[in-house]
Nanobody
Framework: VQLQASGGGLVQAGMSLMLSCAASDPTFSNYAVGWFRQAPGKEREFVATISRAGTRKYYADSVKGRFTVSRDNAKNMGYLQMHSMKPEDTAVYSC???????????????????WGQGTLVTVSS
């Protein structure tokens, strides 16, 4: 599956932004999806993940309560809604997918087989 993240941009602290992840595979519903980010000079870190049916979600503590992960399998799309953004949310955000037959979620980058190009999110103070 090919993935393409989009929706990044420059926002002020406290504002909201929604990222999208477009998948090329019509069997997108067979994949768990994860969102990761990498800030300048830092390692890539887990942000959020959603199970193939969208029934399970898991978030990094740093974004819990501010970010919401979702998906629309009919449209082969994943989403990351970000609210109350902070300057420390500044990073390149990437979506990833892993084929699975279970409803599991995955929070490690090496759990994922497929990665899209990232989209840059910059939060100004």
């Amino acid at each position: 599956v090919q993935l393409q993240a989009s929706g990044g941009g420059l926002v002020q602290a406290g504002m909201s932004l929604m990222l999208s992840c477009a998948a090329s595979d019509p069997t997108f519903s067979n994949y768990a999806v994860g969102w990761f980010r990498q800030a300048p000079g830092k390692e890539r870190e887990f942000v959020a993940t959603i199970s193939r049916a969208g029934t399970r979600k898991y978030y990094a503590d740093s974004v819990k309560g501010r970010f919401t992960v979702s998906r629309d399998n009919a449209k082969n799309m994943g989403y990351l809604q970000m609210h109350s953004m902070k300057p420390e949310d500044t990073a390149v955000y990437s979506c990833a997918a892993r084929a699975t037959v279970t409803g599991a979620t995955y929070d490690r980058d090496d759990d994922y087989n497929y990665w899209g190009q990232g989209t840059l999110v910059t939060v100004s103070s």
